[in-house]
Each structure stands twice: as structure tokens, then as C-alpha cells.
């Protein structure tokens, strides 16, 4: 008997800038993502003034899906993939961020791209912003620090509404948008909102204005996506780290309610249209100047989201200090600790795939729409064989650790879950390291960190057994019916 819903949306997850490459070709201007050089394991990477001779950015050629993404597709549909997330790279659409009219070519990239898609019958999920804003906004206008980019933003969306009305049903807003919840964090306020902290300036303050911006930006593009096709579904995305108070001691769970409340403020607004009543008076409080005005309070009521979207690959934890103040405010850069009863992967992401169901759970209670995971995976260091086989049981071990919770939450528990597409599809250019080496696909790229590499595609063993959990539609997650070729 099939537990899942028939028509439930299997599939995998990418964004443009980490796998598409091609960064100055058809007309692309230079995003967020072109100025970030690549890191080692346990270091962030740099961000430059521009692009700067000498230097190495992986984005520039990515997996090079640009030109590759026919044959990609392909191995997609191989898998039986029934919706495929990837991005549209806003600097395709508008090269500089701040012209009036989009750029044909990169129009005409996407519809080739889900034209090819739509051929094998794999629905697009689009992400409208993913860690790839122009440049030039950044240079202009100081990102999302500037209310005007909330009108570039919302160009940029009305223009590929308007040209895949009829090829994608599936939109994300922003992507990861409570990432920068951890404001200290360069990467973080740099990759969500272009905003680089000057010293002296309060990070907080910079963090929640940005992000009102976003959120407003965010709910103009509901209103305008539902008016040019009332069909599409347009949600939020998080991410969703939960974070569990690290004991039982009353001041632990308080800790951790502020720091879910913190995270998660931004599909708070996103899914009910309005600032929850805590953060209102934070922000008074801490007399952090925000401008926010009584129309952005009436438009966010009006552009709530249809679903809400959300990576998960781990848990948080944390504990209270002996001096909070009454606010128990959270800095997530100081503020986790370790859990020790879960594991960690190379990265040091806390493995915790009942997290997984907790948080289905978690969002069922607090929003009631429909959830979608659009990202869960594993990154980890992959060894192709002579054979050109890749032997990656972690990665089916994680994935299926995780499927059995997803099930659990739907079966059991009754939650709504649209689809699930697991990050990657592809081996992509990590987010947070630059690097090829942190792998995360179902297919295996030839490409090291230094840029060397054929390019090939190899499928790894993850592949044919994601194929075979796809054909049964989650109800045999064994490997023994996967077949190799
Ligand atoms: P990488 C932080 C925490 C959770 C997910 O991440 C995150 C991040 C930012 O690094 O990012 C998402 O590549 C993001 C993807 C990213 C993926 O998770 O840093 O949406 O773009 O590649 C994995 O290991």
C-alpha cells in the first residue's frame, strides 16, 4: 500500500549560482556569489572588493550546468525526479539590478532550461533569490539596507512571472531568509541581503531592517504572482536548524523558545501577515529606529504565502547564561552549545534526523499551510572508483534516516508535506566553503576545489537507490531493489 500521496512532488534541489557557472556569459552581470573566493573545511570564505585578479571564485564555472544542464536533466528524469528546485539567477534577468527592462538572453536561458525540464514531466520549483543578488545593488545601493531594493526585487519577480506563467507553478520567495538571523555572521548578512556591517553599526539593527524589506518585498511578489496566474503557489523558505533547550532547566527552554522565536520571526510574518507581538516590542525597546510604516504593515497582510518551504540538515542546541538579560536575547553566534546525543558529520552539522519530524510537526502547529522540504542532504568528502563508481552509504544512510522520519510525520501525524527534493541533484559549489569537495549529489562531477577537473558525470550509488525509493513512491527505502547499471 502506498502511504504517500500519489502525486507527492519527489525530487532534487540546486540553485543557479552553484551549479550553472557561466557567470559572465549572455549578458550575466556579476552577483553576490561572483565576489566569494572558496574556503577550506572549517574556515568562510572571502569576500572581495569585485572581482580581483589572482583570485580564485568557483562560481565562475560552477558544474558549468549552463551549458551542460540537457544532459543533467536527463539523468534527472533517469531518477524519476518529479519536480527539479534550482534558482533563476536574478543577474541574468537584470544584469545590474536597478534597469527597467530584463535581459532577453537570460529570459530565454530559463525557458530553455524548463522547457527541458517540462519535456520529462519534472515541475520546476523556482527560487526567485538564492544567495545571488546583483553586485551592482550591493555598490549602489547597499543591498537590502536600501527600500529601493525592494522595487528592483519586485521588477525582477513580475518579469519572470510574467514569462513562466505557464511553464512554473512553484515559487520560493527568498531563500533561507532567516539564515541572517545570525547576524554576526558575515556570510549570512552578505548572501541574504548583500549587506556588508561597517564597524560600529549594530548588526541586529541592520539585520532587522534588511529583512522587514525583504519581507515586504516578499509579500508584494505574492500579490503580483496570484494577479498574473491565481494558480501559483508562492511560499516562504527557512531554514530549519530547531533549536532545543540543551536541559530541562526552566531558563534553558526560554533560551531556546526566544531563539526559535528569533529564527523564525521571518515566516511568522511570511504565513500569518503580521509581526509577532514579542518583536514589535524588542525592537521598540532596544530603540533600534526601524522604518517601518503602517503601509508595509497592511501590505504583509495582503501577500501572505500559499506553503512554506524549508531546508533541514541539522539541529541546534542552547543553553542559558547566568546573566541574561530579560529578553533572553539570542546571538546565535555565542549562543549554542553542543548536543551530545546526536552525531556530527565532517562539517560538524549535528545529524539528527528526528529533528526532522519534530520540525514537521512544529510548523503543522504554528502555520497550518502546507510545507514543502525543499532541501535536506549530507555534505561529504566522495571517492570516485577506478570503475568510476561512487560508493556513498552515508548519503543513503542520511537520506533514509530522514525519509523515515518525513513518513512518520505525514502517516502518522497527519502533516501536509507537498514533496520533498533533497540537496543536491547534482554535486554543486558548497554555499558557506566554495568548495566542490563538500559533495552533497546524487551525481558526482569531476571538479576539485582548485577548479581542475573534466566535468563529467558520474552517477553514484545514492542514484540508483533514490531511483528506486522515487518508483515505490517512499515505501521501499532498502537498496535491494535498486538496480545498478
Ligand atoms: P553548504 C547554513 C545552514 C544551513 C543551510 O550548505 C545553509 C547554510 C548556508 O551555508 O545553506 C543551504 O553548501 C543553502 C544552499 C547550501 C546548502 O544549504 O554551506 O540553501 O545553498 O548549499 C548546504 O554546505
Known amino acids: 500500500m502506498t502511504e504517500l500521496p500519489k502525486n507527492f512532488?519527489?525530487?532534487?534541489?540546486?540553485?543557479?549560482?552553484?551549479?550553472?557557472?557561466?557567470?559572465?556569459?549572455?549578458?550575466k552581470g556579476l552577483s553576490v556569489a561572483d565576489v566569494m573566493t572558496a574556503a577550506g573545511s572549517h574556515d568562510e570564505r572571502r569576500i572581495t572588493d569585485g572581482v580581483q585578479e589572482g583570485e580564485f571564485y568557483p562560481n565562475h564555472e560552477a558544474v558549468?550546468?549552463?551549458?551542460q544542464f540537457?544532459?543533467?536533466?536527463?539523468?534527472?528524469?533517469?531518477?524519476?525526479?518529479k519536480s527539479f528546485r534550482t534558482s533563476i539567477a536574478w543577474s541574468r534577468i537584470f544584469p545590474?539590478?536597478?534597469?527597467?527592462?530584463?535581459?532577453?538572453?537570460?529570459?530565454a536561458f530559463y525557458d530553455r532550461l524548463f522547457d527541458e525540464c517540462l519535456k520529462y514531466n519534472i515541475e520546476p520549483v523556482v527560487t526567485l533569490s538564492h544567495f545571488e543578488m546583483p553586485y551592482h545593488l550591493v555598490t549602489e545601493y547597499g543591498g537590502f539596507r536600501s527600500r529601493k531594493t525592494i522595487t528592483f526585487f519586485t521588477r525582477f519577480a513580475e518579469a519572470v512571472f510574467n514569462r513562466y506563467k505557464d511553464k512554473v507553478k512553484y515559487w520560493l520567495t527568498f531563500n533561507e531568509i532567516n539564515n541572517q538571523s545570525n547576524y554576526n555572521r558575515e556570510f549570512t548578512l552578505f548572501t541574504n541581503s548583500g549587506i556588508q556591517v561597517k564597524p560600529g553599526e549594530n548588526a541586529e539593527a541592520v539585520m532587522y531592517q534588511a529583512g522587514h524589506y525583504e519581507v515586504v518585498a516578499s509579500a508584494r511578489a505574492v500579490q503580483i504572482g496570484h494577479k498574473i496566474n491565481p494558480d501559483f503557489q508562492i511560499?516562504?523558505?527557512?531554514?530549519?536548524?530547531?533549536?532545543?533547550?540543551?536541559?530541562?532547566?526552566?531558563?534553558?527552554?526560554?533560551?531556546?523558545?526566544?531563539?526559535?522565536?528569533?529564527?523564525?520571526?521571518?515566516?511568522?510574518?511570511?504565513?500569518?501577515?503580521?509581526?509577532?507581538?514579542?518583536?514589535?516590542?524588542?525592537?521598540?525597546?532596544?530603540?533600534?529606529?526601524?522604518?517601518?510604516?503602517?503601509?508595509?504593515?497592511?501590505?504583509?497582510?495582503?501577500?501572505?504565502?500559499?506553503?512554506?518551504?524549508?531546508?533541514?540538515?541539522?539541529?541546534?542546541?542552547?543553553?542559558?547564561?547566568?546573566?541574561?538579560?530579560?529578553?533572553?536575547?539570542y546571538n546565535e553566534s555565542e549562543d549554542l552549545v553542543t548536543n551530545t546525543y546526536v552525531p556530527r558529520s565532517d562539517w560538524g552539522w549535528q545529524v539528527d534526523p528526528e529533528g526532522l519530524r519534530y520540525g514537521l510537526n512544529w510548523m503543522n502547529d504554528r502555520y497550518h499551510v502546507p510545507v514543502f522540504i525543499v532541501e535536506n542532504g549530507i555534505?561529504?568528502?566522495?571517492?570516485?572508483?577506478?570503475?568510476?563508481?561512487?560508493?556513498?552509504?552515508?548519503?543513503?544512510?542520511?537520506?533514509?534516516?530522514?525519509?523515515?522520519?518525513?513518513?512518520?510525520?505525514?502517516?502518522e501525524d497527519g502533516v501536509d508535506v507537498m514533496g520533498y527534493t533533497p540537496w543536491s541533484a547534482i554535486d554543486i559549489v558548497s554555499a558557506s566553503t566554495g568548495q566542490l569537495s563538500k559533495?552533497?549529489?546524487?551525481?558526482?562531477?569531476?571538479?576539485?576545489?582548485?577548479?581542475?577537473?573534466?566535468?563529467?558525470?558520474?552517477?553514484?550509488?545514492?542514484?540508483?537507490?533514490?531511483?528506486?525509493?522515487?518508483?515505490?513512491?517512499?515505501?521501499?527505502?532498502?537498496?535491494?531493489?535498486?538496480?545498478?547499471?
Open 70 to 81: 540537457p544532459e543533467d536533466v536527463k539523468l534527472f528524469a533517469e531518477m524519476g525526479f
Open 96 to 107: 545590474q539590478g536597478d534597469e527597467t527592462e530584463p535581459n532577453e538572453e537570460g529570459l
Open 64 to 67: 558549468d550546468f549552463y551549458h
Open 235 to 329: 511560499g516562504a523558505m527557512v531554514a530549519f536548524s530547531p533549536v532545543y533547550p540543551a536541559t530541562d532547566k526552566p531558563a534553558d527552554v526560554l533560551k531556546a523558545q526566544r531563539a526559535m522565536q528569533a529564527r523564525f520571526w521571518f515566516s511568522d510574518v511570511q504565513v500569518e501577515g503580521e509581526y509577532p507581538s514579542w518583536l514589535t516590542r524588542y525592537q521598540k525597546a532596544k530603540q533600534f529606529n526601524l522604518d517601518i510604516t503602517p503601509e508595509d504593515l497592511a501590505e504583509l497582510k495582503k501577500g501572505t504565502v500559499d506553503y512554506l518551504g524549508f531546508s533541514y540538515y541539522m539541529s541546534f542546541a542552547t543553553a542559558a547564561s547566568d546573566h541574561e538579560d530579560k529578553y533572553y536575547s
Open 439 to 485: 559533495r552533497y549529489g546524487f551525481i558526482y562531477v569531476d571538479r576539485n576545489d582548485d577548479g581542475s577537473g573534466s566535468l563529467a558525470r558520474y552517477r553514484k550509488d545514492s542514484f540508483y537507490w533514490y531511483q528506486h525509493v522515487i518508483e515505490t513512491n517512499g515505501d521501499d527505502l532498502s537498496e535491494s531493489g535498486a538496480k545498478h547499471a
Open 379 to 411: 555534505g561529504a568528502i566522495d571517492k570516485l572508483e577506478a570503475d568510476h563508481q561512487v560508493h556513498d552509504q552515508y548519503r543513503i544512510k542520511y537520506l533514509r534516516d530522514h525519509i523515515e522520519q518525513m513518513k512518520l510525520a505525514i502517516v
Open 9 to 27: 512532488l519527489w525530487g532534487g534541489a540546486v540553485a543557479a549560482h552553484q551549479v550553472e557557472g557561466a557567470y559572465n556569459v549572455g549578458g
